[in-house]
C-alpha cells in the first residue's frame, strides 16, 4: 500500500526519496512522484507505472536540484492510477505539497466545502483535499495549520508535507497509517517502513497515532495534536540491511523461503528455557491462562490460514473451544466475546486495517488482546495487550512465505503451553513435541533443497486455468494456504477445498487432466482422503500429494507425489507448505509474473 519517504539535509534530496521509494516498492503501487524544493519554488514530478518511469523521467533524480523534498508511491483507492492522481499533491500555488498514505472519509463533504470556497480540484483522489485544506487553514505557522487541518478530517492518514515558506522544514504526521522518523548523521528522513532509511540510519523514531513531527537538518521535534511539544524515545534498528535486500537471489520471495528455517528458529528458541516452554510476553499466570474459556483467532489472508491451523491444534492439544475469523468480517458480525474470551490478533505488518479495528473492536469490549505480530513497534504490537513477535525479519515480497512460518510455530508454542497449564499433555507429550518442533528448521531445510523437483513439475503447469488443493482437518488449513500463494503471483485460479465437501458441488468442475494437489499429512484422516483421491482420478483430475515420508502405497492413487519428512502431527504443515510455496513460486516465474510485486496486490494493507 501506498508509500511515504522525506528527506532534509546536505545531499540531494531527489535520489535519496527515489532510493526509499525503492525500498518500499514491495508494498505495492501504481504510480509514484516526488515534490523537492529547488531553493525557490517547489517543484513536482509524477509518473503512472513503475518507480523506473519516474527515475528516467528525472535522470535518476539529478535534474531535481534541493535538499529537501517529499515522495510517495501510490496505490490507487480513489481514481484511477494515472499521472494527475499520483501524489504529491498540491495547492493551486504550489506552495504547500503532501503525500498521504490512507483514506479520508469524509473527502467528498470537504470537497464540497472546499469548492463552495473556490477551490479547484485537479484529481479525483481525497488526497487533493488535504492539499487544499492545508491552504485553507494555513496561518503561518505550519504546526498550527497541521493541527487544525487533523481536527478536520476523519480517517486514516500518513502525512509528508513541505511548505513554499518553511524550506528548512520537512513535517509529518499519522493516524492509523504506519510512519517512521529517521534520524541521520547529513539528514532526517520519514518514512513509511524501515527499509527506506536503513542505508543511511538505524536510529528510529515510531510517530503515534495524531502526532507530529518536525525535521529540519539537525533536528527532529514532536508535537501532538494541540500543538504542544512532546519528548520521544527512538530505537535502534538491529536487523541488518542486508535483511531487506535480495542477497543474490533473484527475487526476495525465494530468498524469504530460504529464511524459513533461520525464522523459525528464531522464533521458537527464545520461548524454550530449560526444555520448558517460556511465553514471558504473553503476560498471563497459569491461573488465567486456566481460566481461559473460549479464543477468537482474527486476521487477514495468510495469517488468517495460520489461524485455521491453529484452531485444529488449540482445540484438539489444548481442549479449548477456537473461532476463527477473517477481520474484515469479525469487526462487523458484532460478535459475542464474554468474560474468559481471549482474541488472537496475527499480522506480519501489524498494520493491516481490518485486523487492527478487530484488535480494537476487542479492547473495546474488554476482553483481553495478544497480537502475534512480526513487524516490532507496528500498531497492533502497541496497542494489543501482549505481543509475542514472530522474529522474521523484514518481509518485503508481497506474498508471505517467512512470516507464515513464524506465525506457524509461534502458534504451536501457544497451544502447547496452553494444554500443558491445563493439563491437557503429559510432560512426555511435550518434552516429544518439543524435540519435534526443534527439527523443523533442518527439515525445512531439507525440503527447500530439494527444489528442482518441484520446479520441473511447475514447469508442467504454468498454462493451467485451474487448480484445486483439497486436504482435510489440518491438511485443509495448509491446502487454503498452498491455493492462496498460485493464485496471488501467477494468476492461475485456484481454490481450497475441505476434501469431504467435493461431492457437495465442487467435483462437477474437475475435468480430464485438471490438476489438484491433495494434502494428506494427518494420519487419521489418511484413508478418508484417499478415497477422495480415488474419486477425483475417476473423473479426470491429475493428482499431485503431499503426504508423509512412508506412505508409499499413496502412489497406486496419486499421479505425483512429494513426501514430507516425519513430525508431529500438529507440526505436519510447517513442512508441507514447503513444496507449495515452492511451486506457486516456480509457476509465476514459469510464466514469467511480477512474483515478489503481483499487480492489484500490496504488501501492508493499511486501508479497509
Ligand atoms: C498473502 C499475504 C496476505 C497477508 C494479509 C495479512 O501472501 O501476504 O494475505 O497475509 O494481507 O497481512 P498481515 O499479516 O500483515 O496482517
Known amino acids: 500500500m501506498c508509500g511515504i519517504v522525506g528527506y532534509i539535509g546536505k545531499s540531494q534530496a531527489a535520489p535519496i526519496l527515489l532510493d526509499g521509494l525503492a525500498k518500499l516498492e514491495y508494498r505495492g503501487y501504481d504510480s509514484a512522484g516526488i515534490a523537492v524544493f529547488d531553493g525557490e519554488d517547489i517543484q513536482v514530478k509524477k509518473a503512472t507505472g513503475r518507480l523506473k518511469v519516474l527515475s528516467e523521467l528525472t535522470h535518476d533524480g539529478t535534474t531535481m536540484p534541493g535538499t529537501i523534498g517529499i515522495g510517495h508511491t501510490r496505490w490507487a ?6 499521472d494527475v492522481n499520483a501524489h504529491p499533491h498540491y495547492n493551486k500555488e504550489r506552495t504547500i505539497a503532501v503525500v498521504h498514505n490512507g483514506i479520508i472519509e469524509n473527502y467528498v463533504k470537504l470537497r464540497t466545502r472546499l469548492q463552495e470556497k473556490g477551490y479547484t480540484f485537479v484529481s479525483e483522489t481525497d488526497t487533493e483535499v488535504l492539499a487544499h485544506l492545508l491552504d485553507y487553514y494555513y496561518t503561518g505557522d505550519p504546526i498550527e495549520t497541521i493541527t487544525k487541518v487533523m481536527h478536520r478530517v476523519e480517517g486514516s492518514y500518513a502525512l509528508g508535507i513541505i511548505f513554499k515558506e518553511h524550506p528548512g522544514t520537512v513535517y509529518a504526521v499519522r493516524k492509523d497509517s504506519p510512519l517512521i522518523v529517521g534520524k541521520g548523521k547529513d539528514g532526517n528522513f520519514i518514512a513509511s517502513d524501515v527499509p527506506a532509511v536503513l542505508k543511511y540510519t538505524r536510529e528510529v523514531f515510531f510517530i503515534q497515532n495524531e502526532e507530529i513531527a518536525a525535521l529540519t537538518e539537525e533536528t527532529i521535534t514532536f508535537f501532538n495534536i494541540d500543538g504542544e511539544e512532546i519528548q520521544k524515545e527512538s530505537s535502534m534498528i538491529e536487523w541488518d540491511i542486508n535483511a531487506a535486500e535480495k542477497g543474490g537471489y533473484e527475487h526476495f520471495m525465494l530468498k524469504e523461503m530460504y529464511e524459513q528455517p533461520k525464522t523459525v528458529r528464531d522464533t521458537i528458541a527464545p520461548r524454550i528455557k530449560d526444555g520448558k516452554i517460556v511465553i514471558e510476553e504473553l503476560g498471563m499466570s497459569d491461573e488465567e491462562i486456566r481460566a481461559i474459556k473460549r479464543i477468537h ?3 487477514c489472508g495468510s495469517a488468517y490460514h495460520t489461524g485455521v491451523t491453529a484452531k485444529y491444534v488449540m482445540e484438539d492439544m489444548a481442549r479449548i473451544p477456537v473461532e ?3 477481520a474484515s468480517e469479525f469487526r462487523y458480525r458484532n460478535p459475542i466475546l464474554e468474560e474468559g474470551a481471549l482474541v488472537i490478533i496475527i499480522s506480519q505488518s501489524g498494520e493491516t486495517a481490518d ?9 473495546e469490549r474488554g476482553v483481553k488482546t495478544l497480537g502475534i505480530v512480526n513487524v516490532v513497534g507496528s500498531s497492533i504490537a502497541r496497542e494489543a495487550d501482549s505481543v509475542m513477535y514472530t522474529w522474521a525479519g523484514p518481509e518485503i515480497a508481497v506474498a508471505t512465505t517467512k512470516a507464515y512460518s513464524a506465525q506457524l510455530v509461534a502458534e504451536y508454542l501457544l497451544a502447547m503451553k496452553f494444554a500443558q497449564v491445563r493439563g491437557m499433555v503429559t510432560e512426555e507429550e511435550i518434552e516429544g513435541m518439543l524435540r519435534d518442533l526443534q527439527r523443523l528448521p533442518e527439515q525445512i531445510e531439507m525440503l527447500l533443497n530439494n527444489k528442482e523437483k518441484i520446479q520441473r513439475f511447475a514447469n508442467r503447469y504454468i498454462a493451467a486455468k485451474d487448480v484445486f488443493f483439497v486436504g482435510r482437518g489440518i491438511d485443509y488449513a495448509i491446502s487454503m494456504e498452498g491455493s492462496l500463494k498460485l493464485k496471488e503471483i501467477s494468476y492461475i485460479h485456484s481454490e481450497a477445498y475441505a476434501a469431504g465437501e467435493l461431492k457437495h458441488g465442487t467435483i462437477s468442475l474437475i475435468e480430464d487432466g485438471t490438476l489438484v ?7 487419521d484422516l489418511y484413508k478418508k482422503t484417499i ?9 479426470g483430475a491429475f493428482v499431485l500429494a503431499v503426504t508423509n515420508t512412508g506412505h508409499t502405497e499413496i502412489e497406486k492413487s496419486a499421479d505425483y507425489v512429494i513426501y514430507i519428512p516425519q513430525t508431529n502431527k500438529y507440526f505436519t504443515n510447517s513442512l508441507a507448505i514447503i513444496p507449495l510455496q515452492l511451486f506457486g513460486y516456480y509457476v509465476a516465474v514459469g510464466k514469467g509474473c511480477d512474483v515478489d510485486k503481483p499487480r492489484n496486490l500490496a504488501k501492508s494493507v493499511t486501508v479497509e
Open 77 to 82: 483507492t480513489h481514481g484511477a492510477p494515472s
Open 297 to 299: 483467532i482474527v486476521a
Open 324 to 326: 476463527v475469523d477473517v
Open 355 to 363: 485486523s487492527l479495528a478487530a484488535l480494537r473492536e476487542a479492547k
Open 517 to 523: 494437489a491433495a494434502v494428506v499429512t494427518q494420519e
Open 531 to 539: 478415497s477422495n483421491i480415488v474419486e477425483l482420478k475417476s473423473r
